[in-house]
């Protein structure tokens, strides 16, 4: 890790261990980008300094030529009226109606270190690695505007971290109506655009198309970063696999509306572009206010996706996730949502509680149901009183009746939500996000609190409060199950309307920082109608986020591909259903769908007093699996070996120890194929020189062997075979 700045040649270097970022002056004034990619020693690039096109005499036909030269520039970071026509990063009014915005290279500072962003999640140095700040300032004149470009890098990894800090410094308002937080225009080596598309129940389906002339624009304007858009791009060269091809990927450290837009413009240069969404945005920044960006994490890889995915996993792991549990085996949970819906009472869970504790499960989670008068999803969210009524034994009784039975207790909560149909909105109709005269439209019969008013944060949070406080409750799933619309607020003038977005997101944070400093034990798992808020913002405060609704196992082998290209796998939710599943109506072996849940936390969402001996049997043999292996699945690094959306018919990934000394694999025979007697599967990440025991069969291959011919598996007939493979190093 390096960063430094060449004053003769006036050339910024950031360098990580297997990737170089370049960024200098073109023309005395602009910060310009040079390049990002593969490690270079030698990084004199004046000469990349500079648009496109140009001679030697025409460079001092700058003037004369500016909005060409605006125009073709690869800029660093730049602002829109000034000759740039693609969409750029930051776009200004100012207070007689301007957009013109000139940004001059000022300035610049290296620290050791990384400043945390205030009331926002951020990246943090740790005892896996140091880290460094360049913090580049720039400028209008004008306005009086600075501009504060931040890249960090940390010891271990070789991600870049960026985000952008604007102050005002002069004597007028300046609204802002576009900050993202990155930019970054490259040649375009006949890229592809990859991203991540779902809806509920089939979260973050890996997509790709080439890219070509004009915008690419994933975005959402859900109040959320929803199940159908990920704040998640990356370009590929041709013919990238899981070990070659070059990769420029961004992720977005942030839980609201955001944007990630590709633009392909006439000199065949692209402009990779990541922030909030500036639809519905507009923030006024007066005399002397900062706004801070959410900050976007880049990796390049020139050997491939996997090493892009290793990157953000251990950057995560190391360098994000703070919460206690992120290095501790969770316990194994088992849900009552699917196994109950609203209809139970205390002695019903008691009853699962009971049964649970026979087969190894360790924690009892009570969903949706327990609170008001909440008996279909129709009323009571705010009322987070508990209903005496289901729970006749009142909460501190049940809970130390589950604890008697051996397991710990977590609780459901949609701190967020309110129901017209609820006391909190009879009491406070103004709570709910609203324009005044016009009813909000509905979803799941529900309305959003606004909870970019501190006295709503502060009632809701209360309730939360209470009772978490009244009884021995050691996990919480805050739940979030409708997007926003209908956006206007009591505590909000017109003048800041446009800040509301952002705002409910700092309001969510803030709440949930409160939780963790007045709850410092809890174990909290974040949730969104299944996936719908499954981001790297979120992961700052949760370890883990349950990443769908859907739990039927084939199903889940796409949705767990398309999470895990970022996100470890200690982080991914993950339970076994019931069968027929209830979103598919599938019927798959209970081996199959624990070899998918032990990819995640793992735990049951099932009603388990009703499941036959020989699958209880099944659950206390998975659990002790899980016990196994849940160290290598949730420490090691992740190796996706083939994926059932290529081969379109079998699954398999594996996960190898940091020290080499274990892999376990996966495999999933989706569909079975007759007249196809094996798979060849060829591991990865092992040691080549090591020796590996299969522990099944006791058979020993080279870890060079494994890795390039492979083992051979020979499913048996029918679908939804799964099995792991275990080798050990000898
Ligand atoms: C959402 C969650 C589910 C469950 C229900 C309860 O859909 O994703 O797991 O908690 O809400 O209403």
């Known amino acids: 890790m390096r960063i430094h700045f060449d004053e003769a040649k006036k050339i910024f270097e950031i360098q990580t261990n297997n990737t170089t970022y370049l960024m200098g002056l073109a023309y005395d004034r602009y910060l310009a980008h040079a390049y990002y990619g593969s490690k270079l020693e030698d990084t ?59 940004l001059v290279y000022d300035s610049y500072e290296i620290m050791d270190g990384k400043p945390a962003l205030e009331g926002l999640p951020s990246t943090f140095p740790s005892e896996h690695g140091a880290a460094k700040t360049l913090e580049i300032c720039l400028k209008d004149e004008l306005l009086c505007l600075k501009v504060y470009l931040r890249y960090s890098v940390f010891e271990d990894s070789d ?27 490259m040649d375009n080596e006949a890229f592809s655009l990859y991203t991540l598309h779902g809806s509920w129940a089939r979260e973050r389906d890996i997509t790709g198309r080439p890219v070509t002339e004009g915008k690419h624009i994933v975005a959402s304007l859900r109040g959320e970063t929803s199940h159908q858009n990920h704040p998640f791009m990356m370009l590929t060269t041709n013919g990238t696999s899981q070990t070659e091809g070059r990769v420029y990927a961004m992720n977005f450290v942030y839980s609201g509306n955001f944007i990630a837009e590709t633009e392909l413009n006439q000199h065949g240069y692209v402009r990779m572009s990541m922030g909030i969404n500036p639809t519905g945005f507009e923030w006024v920044l007066d005399p002397g206010a900062a706004f801070v960006t959410p900050e976007v994490v880049m990796v390049y890889s020139d050997t491939g996706l996997g090493h892009m995915t290793r990157t953000y996993h251990d950057l995560y792991r190391n360098h994000l996730i703070r919460s206690k549990y992120l290095h501790q085996k969770r316990p194994i949970l088992i849900n009552n949502w699917e196994a109950t819906y609203f209809d139970f009472d205390d002695d019903k869970l008691v009853d699962i509680a009971r049964e649970a504790h026979e087969v190894g499960i360790e924690m009892l989670v009570m969903d949706d149901g327990w609170f008001g008068k909440r008996n279909g999803d129709n009323c009571a969210l705010g009322d987070w009183f508990v209903n005496e009524e289901k729970i006749r034994c009142g909460l501190k009784k049940l809970v130390e009746r589950v604890n008697a039975e051996g397991l710990k207790f977590g609780i459901w909560f949609e ?13 406070h109709p103004d709570y709910a996000i609203q324009v005044p005269g016009r009813t ?94 499954f981001d790297p913002g979120m992961l700052y405060y949760s370890p883990q986020i349950w990443t769908s609704d859907d739990m039927d196992p084939v199903m889940r082998l796409g949705i767990q591909e398309g999470t895990a290209l970022i996100y470890p796998l200690s982080t991914m939710g993950a339970h076994i259903c019931v069968c027929p599943n209830h979103t598919t109506g599938r019927v798959t072996p209970i081996e199959t769908r624990a070899n998918i849940a032990m990819a995640g936390t793992f735990g049951y969402e099932l009603d388990i007093t009703k499941v036959s001996e020989e699958d209880l049997e099944k659950m206390a043999a998975c659990n002790k699996l899980y016990h196994r292996y849940n160290e290598i699945m949730r420490e090691g690094d992740y190796y996706r070996i083939a994926s059932y959306r290529e081969t379109n018919y079998y699954d398999a990934f594996a996960c190898v120890t940091k020290d080499k000394k274990e892999c376990l694999m996966t495999f999933m025979n989706v569909l079975y194929r007759p007249n196809r007697q094996s ?42 075979f799964s099995k792991q493979y275990h080798f050990v190093m000898e």
Not at 63 to 76: F, G, I, P, Q, Y
Not at 415 to 425: K, Q, R, T, W
């Open 159 to 185: 991600a870049i971290i960026r985000s952008v800090k604007v102050v005002n410094e002069g004597k007028e308002k300046i609204y802002l109506e576009r900050v993202l937080s990155t930019c970054l225009d």
């Open 415 to 427: 701190p967020e939500m309110i129901s017209p149909d609820s006391d909190l909105f009879r009491e």
């Open 44 to 102: 004199d690039v004046q000469y990349l300094l500079r648009a496109p096109y140009e001679t030697e005499f025409e460079k001092y036909w700058f003037n004369r030529e500016k909005v060409e030269k605006m125009d073709s520039l690869c800029h660093e970071y730049s602002a829109g009226g000034v000759g740039d026509f693609r969409d750029t990063p930051l776009m200004i009014r100012t207070e007689g109606g301007y957009h013109a915005c000139e």
């Open 440 to 533: 909000p439209a509905m979803s799941r019969e529900q309305y959003v609190l606004d909870i970019t008013r501190k006295e709503v944060r502060d009632c809701v949070y209360g309730r939360v409060k209470a009772i978490l406080e009244s009884a021995n409750i050691e996990y919480v799933k805050w739940d979030m199950n409708r997007p926003l619309c209908d956006i206007g607020s009591y505590g909000l003038d017109r003048e800041h309307m446009g800040e509301f977005y952002h705002r409910y997101v700092l309001g969510l944070y803030e709440m949930q920082e409160r939780l963790l400093q007045d709850f410092p034990n809890l174990l909290l798992e974040n949730c969104s109608g299944g996936g719908g808020r």
């Open 679 to 720: 798979i060849k599967l060829r591991l990865a990440g092992l040691a080549p020189d090591a020796k590996y025991r299969l522990e099944e069969t006791d058979k020993v291959y080279s870890g060079d062997l494994l890795m390039k011919a492979g083992i051979l598996v020979e499913p048996p007939m029918g679908d939804f």
